[in-house]
């Protein structure tokens, strides 16, 4: 496990973006990442994976595209359909993990995907996990775990809530189907008198825009395949594009405040409303030109990117007590629940006004346990797919 720590290390001090003085979108630095999968890594001799399904509508017609299990002798291959918008409606689609036990679930397009409230009390519990980044097994594991789904993967955690703090996507092999995944249990939850916050964090706005130099080398074999860029399939017309543009960059449950990365002073010098801070994150998603006001929702001060409620970087020194005080104060919160920024453990800093729980999650049962926060009844737990459970400190 020396990389794991070696990342921990590294990430504090790579992963901030240069800093924004014109207004053409940069990209961010490259970063250490996990080692590369068993898989070869080169688009020439990465085979096509299990995928999607990707749908996208064009005009009055939807396509869908996905890539199909391979049957005995035969190899896994792009698969493309065309429906009207009333086939889509009352077609059912199955979403296929790329895993051994082909592991797979239901599932359904919603017409609509309305903007729910950023502010909401407090439930009885809440389940928040961050930085996914394609894992599958891991947040299955823990949902499973937790009783937020049953060995179905359908929604058993009636009015609670569950929070995934942004970065669902990149590094990974299974990011579409961690997508869909929360996308159904995000109508399953609503029918339930639960929530699913699915919160925007930098890696859901970078392929947006283009940016694909996090994707696993399955995903870079699919664009090869189909010769498409990956904000094709994060697009407006797409169906997950549609529906991440739908969520929140911060959101408020009870006193906490959720956000991906954090608050810069910059950012908090707006003294923008939660509910405006979001719509100016919103209206610059895939934008990759952006005004002032852009760069600052988009940019190294603002939610998706911040990092200075954790460490000081190479851009910016770590928040002193006065601007966290700031934070809490303007948004009329207790504490700051924030991941994007590694740690080797969740845990408090400032007097317990920021709560730090980007972990590195476990490929599998054998290398580790899946952890998340849960906060129930007022009190904060650590709990991991093992059953632990231990306050956070």
């Known amino acids: 496990m020396a990389w794991q720590s070696g990342r921990i290390a590294l990430l504090a001090l790579l992963l901030g973006v240069a800093t924004w003085s014109h207004a053409q979108v940069p990209a961010p630095p490259a970063a250490p990442t996990a080692p590369a999968s068993p898989a070869t890594t080169t688009v020439g001799t990465e085979p096509l994976r299990i995928d999607g399904p990707y749908i996208s509508t064009r005009g009055e017609q939807v396509e869908v595209l996905w890539v199909a299990p391979a049957g005995d002798g035969e190899r896994p291959a792009v698969v493309r359909e065309t429906l009207s918008k009333d086939e889509l409606a009352a077609k059912r689609f199955t979403c296929v993990v790329d895993d051994a036990a082909r592991t797979s679930f239901p599932l359904e397009v919603r017409a609509e995907h309305p903007i729910a409230p950023a502010v909401w009390p407090q439930p009885e519990r809440l389940l928040v996990t961050s930085d996914i980044e394609g894992n599958f097994d891991a947040l299955v594991r823990m949902l499973r775990s937790q009783g937020v789904v049953d060995e179905s993967l359908t929604w058993t955690f009636g009015a609670n809530h569950l929070l995934v703090l942004g970065d669902s996507v990149d590094r990974g092999d299974n990011v579409t189907q961690v997508l869909w ?6 109508g399953e939850a609503r029918a339930a008198g639960g929530a699913v916050h699915m919160v925007l964090g930098n890696h859901e706005t970078m392929l947006m825009r283009g940016d694909d130099r ?3 080398p399955k995903y870079r074999r699919l664009l090869a395949e189909t010769k498409r860029p990956i904000e ?15 969520k929140h960059a911060l959101v408020k449950i009870g006193d906490d405040l959720f956000v991906h990365a954090g608050i810069g002073p910059a950012f908090l010098s707006k003294k923008l409303s939660i509910e405006a801070a ?9 934008l990759t030109r952006l005004d002032a006001d852009g760069v600052l929702a988009i940019g190294n001060d603002g939610p998706l990117w911040y990092r200075g409620l ?37 845990s408090t800093d400032y007097d317990g006004r920021v709560v730090r729980i980007d972990l590195l999650h476990p490929k599998s049962k054998t290398d580790g346990v899946a952890r998340a926060l849960l906060i129930e009844r007022g009190s904060s737990f650590v709990v991991g797919d093992d059953g632990s459970k231990t306050a956070v400190e």
Not at 181 to 186: A, G, I, R, V
Request: hydrophobic share 45%.
């Open 181 to 186: 995944l929360l996308y159904k249990l995000d």
């Open 214 to 216: 996090y994707i696993a």
């Open 232 to 246: 094709d399939f994060f697009s407006a017309e797409s169906e997950l594009g549609r529906w991440l543009r739908s």
């Open 278 to 286: 979001n719509e100016l994150v919103r209206k610059n998603l895939g």
């Open 310 to 346: 954790v460490v000081a970087t190479e851009i910016a020194p770590k928040a002193d007590a006065a601007h966290v005080a700031r934070v809490v104060g303007h948004y009329g919160v207790r504490r700051v629940i924030v991941g994007h920024t590694l740690v080797d453990r969740m």
